[in-house]
């Protein structure tokens, strides 16, 4: 007897039968429970997730012999020559074959007798994106006015291509893709009944490699069989469909994390002897590294119902060894060379160079550890590897399990004075000792530190003043985090922890220390259309120009404001 593909053994025969496609079929069946028929129907999806079959299926439900239902019997002539394509009421139409007008208008003229036997006359046409604009045209008048025996069932896989005027006559279902967790559980429900020994990894292998297709997968698994003879293993699966198995994929990613360039080149040259598709192992490669991602950003939402405690386990540890922006940074690197490779001379060499450059990437570090700003925020990461140049990666619980740095209170105007002499022990020495260290501390900030003026006040403060000048130094050194550096160097120099950054909106230089000056008026007190202007406009005033004499008429005479 010759061999029956399991995609063709297992065909479902009625709408439970059916998966992944849970709304459509319940539609469907209420559709045929109500007797509420629509004269046509269009049945659209990718390859293998049943169109086809679930058109038969409801042509079977319109004239099994039990009357019009949602279960037909599979067992009246009507349901057994549907089954078999051999009905003489339900025609089953090529229509990548039967492509002319003249054949279309061939099948309107059968579409007016009256059945031979059954209830409804039904017109499955598969492919029917393939009929040429003739055709459609000459079925367009039937479908608009069709006799009441009459029943179209048109499956497509590409919906677009048929005419807005046949959609608008016809009802659209769209089956989806299958997720590969029900296609993983039927894979295994068809191995029980066969007798074959599949290891779960190289059964979720063979319905991650389906991409959605139940046909496809039960196709890989007819492969798989007829390779092994009942014994399905994940290094079987993944040699023969040559896709990268789970655990090749977690060795792959753990040089990565280690930067273990010769390890790399190691498994590259295993992917070239072993002739694996390139292409297909930066698609595995490129999930494997979003199932990471997801655990890093939000972990226990991933993965499939069915699957093993363990493995989950290993999937966040290993999502633990990268940041989530070096995460992202891989993906867009694998995304690119995807793009690249197919246009590339040399497809070996730009995957083996992309590779590579991701084993070399520096570590990602937040700017304020780079910046010596938060200098305990990595505590506890993992350290880097050795040769490695940056340091290492912060984790976010030790940064969010340290106490937050209250940003000191804004600072009033300050005063045009020069510094205050240090407090009784406070020398000079350890005032430019902090500053020293600060600035080693706080590249970035040094210019600013070195201009700024350094002093303590009568309750042991210590004020670092920066010039106007100045604006961008400020505003660096008043962040928590730099307050907090400037605290560890002051108790390092010596002085109070005790700091406080503010600015001097004087006009002096960089640097320049300014001496006290002698009072002057406010002429903003004074003058009284100067504060109806300050009042109206805002600002501050710099400088009052006096009232022009009579000899200066017509000159300008304002005051400036900022």
């Given amino acids: 007897m010759a061999h029956l593909a399991l995609a063709r053994k297992y065909r479902p025969l009625t709408f439970d039968q059916i998966i992944g496609q849970d709304v459509l079929v319940r539609t469907l069946k209420n559709a045929l429970a109500t007797g509420k028929i629509h004269p046509a129907y ?71 007798y009256s059945p031979a036997r059954d209830r409804f006359r039904v017109f499955l046409i598969d492919e029917v994106h393939m009929l040429s604009k003739p055709a459609f045209n000459a079925l367009l008048k039937t479908l ?25 006559r016809a009802q659209h279902f769209q089956f989806r893709r299958v997720p590969p967790a029900l296609v993983s559980r039927y894979l295994q429900k068809v191995a029980d009944e066969e007798g074959i020994t599949l290891e779960p990894a190289a059964r979720d292998l063979v319905a991650h490699c ?77 999930n494997h590294v979003r199932r990471l991602l997801r655990e890093r950003l939000a972990p226990g939402v991933s993965g499939g119902g069915d699957e093993p405690a363990e493995t989950a386990e290993r999937y966040r540890a290993q999502a633990s060894r990268f940041s989530p922006e070096e995460l992202m940074r891989l993906m867009d690197l694998l995304a690119g060379t995807q793009q690249k490779i197919r246009s590339a001379p040399d497809p070996q060499a730009l995957f083996e160079l992309q590779l590579v450059k991701a ?39 030790d940064r969010a399990a340290e106490p937050p740095v209250q940003s000191p209170p804004a600072p009033e105007k300050m005063r045009e004075r020069a510094d205050p002499a240090p407090q009784a022990g406070e020398s000079p020495e350890r005032i430019e000792n902090f500053r020293r260290i600060s ?77 006290v000056r002698e009072q002057e008026p406010d002429p903003v007190q004074e003058d009284e259309t100067i504060r109806n202007v300050v009042k109206v406009l805002g600002g501050r005033v710099l400088k009052v120009t006096p009232l022009a004499s009579e000899d200066s008429a017509g000159e300008d005479n304002d005051a400036e404001h900022e």
């Fill in 144 to 168: 608009e006015e069709p006799p009441s025996h009459v029943v179209f069932l048109l499956a497509t896989t590409e919906p677009d291509k048929i005419p807005e005027t046949i959609h608008s």
């Fill in 42 to 112: 269009i049945f659209s999806g990718i390859r293998g997730v049943g169109k086809t079959t679930a058109a038969r299926i409801f042509a079977k439900g319109l004239n099994c012999a039990r009357g019009v239902t949602a279960d037909p019997c599979l067992e009246c002539p009507s349901c057994k020559e549907i089954a078999l394509s051999t009905s003489m009421d339900v025609l089953e139409i090529d229509g990548a074959t039967h492509t002319k007008a003249e054949e279309a208008r061939d099948l309107t003229q059968v579409a007016r």
């Fill in 359 to 397: 084993a070399c990437l520096p570590r990602i570090v937040p700017l304020e550890v780079l910046l010596g700003g938060d200098p305990d925020a990595g505590a506890g990461a993992p350290p880097a590897p050795s040769g490695a140049s940056s340091p290492p990666r912060p984790r976010e619980a």
């Fill in 439 to 515: 600035g080693e501390a706080l590249a970035l900030a040094r210019p600013a530190l070195t201009g700024a003026r350094i002093f303590v006040d009568e309750e042991g403060v210590l004020h670092v003043v920066c010039h106007n000048g100045s604006a961008t130094g400020h505003t660096y050194l008043s962040g928590p985090e730099r307050i907090a550096v400037l605290k560890k160097a002051a108790l390092e120099a010596g002085l109070s922890g005790r700091v406080v950054v503010e600015r001097d909106d004087s006009e002096a230089p960089l640097g320049f220390s300014p001496e």
């Fill in 210 to 286: 389906g991409e959605g297709s139940v046909r496809d997968s039960l196709t890989l698994l007819d492969r798989l069989l007829a390779y092994s003879g009942g014994e399905i293993t994940e290094e079987l699966a993944s040699d023969v469909l040559g896709a990268a198995g789970r655990e090749s994929l977690f060795a792959f990613c753990d040089t990565l994390a280690d930067e273990d360039v010769p390890a790399v080149l190691n498994r590259i040259d295993e992917l070239f002897d072993k002739g694996q598709d390139l292409k297909r192992f930066l698609f595995d490669l490129g």
